[in-house]
């Protein structure tokens, strides 16, 4: 398992989430808020959407995602999710089971900021998802017509 300490920049993005959450906290409704990095240097912060059927929520973390892919940005560095317990007291989250999958599917080398015993580390998204079929595509999706090449994506 690939860990290692947060730079800087590290450090900056869980500001950022936590900015979000200052910026749009509804209580229970929008509590968990994210940022990730590109490899480009842009960030996109997001705040998580509750719902009274708890399945249809949709977390920071994806909705983070969606706002990079939808920009045009599918190479990802680094993400984070906190949530605020009280006043200023707050919590970096590691992802949940589904944004692991789908963080490995868009963004298998991205690293993911996470508590540890003692403090925080950055890891790999595919380190916290041990086994994943080997198979699995990921995005961007392989060019059918040369193999092992990625298909180049939209421009907008």
Do not use: F
Request: hydrophobic share 40%; glycine share 6%; net charge negative.
């Amino acid at each position: 398992m690939t860990v290692l300490p947060l730079s800087e920049a590290d450090r900056g993005l869980i500001e950022e989430a936590k900015s979000i959450v200052r910026l749009r906290y509804v209580p229970r409704w929008n509590c968990v808020g994210a940022a990730l990095r590109t490899t480009s240097g842009k960030t996109y912060a997001a705040i998580h959407l509750d719902a009274a059927v708890g399945r249809v929520a949709v977390c920071a973390e994806m909705i983070a995602l969606g706002m990079a892919v939808a920009d045009g940005e599918s190479r990802i560095e680094t993400i984070v999710a906190v949530t605020r317990h009280r006043d200023e007291d707050w919590e970096v989250l590691p992802p949940c089971g589904m944004c692991r999958e789908l963080l490995s599917d868009y963004a298998p080398g991205a690293y993911v900021i996470v508590p540890t015993a003692s403090n925080l580390a950055k890891t790999l998204v595919v380190d916290l998802l041990p086994m994943k079929d080997p198979e699995a595509e990921t995005y961007p999706p392989l060019d059918d017509h040369e193999p092992g090449r990625h298909r180049a994506l939209p421009q907008a």
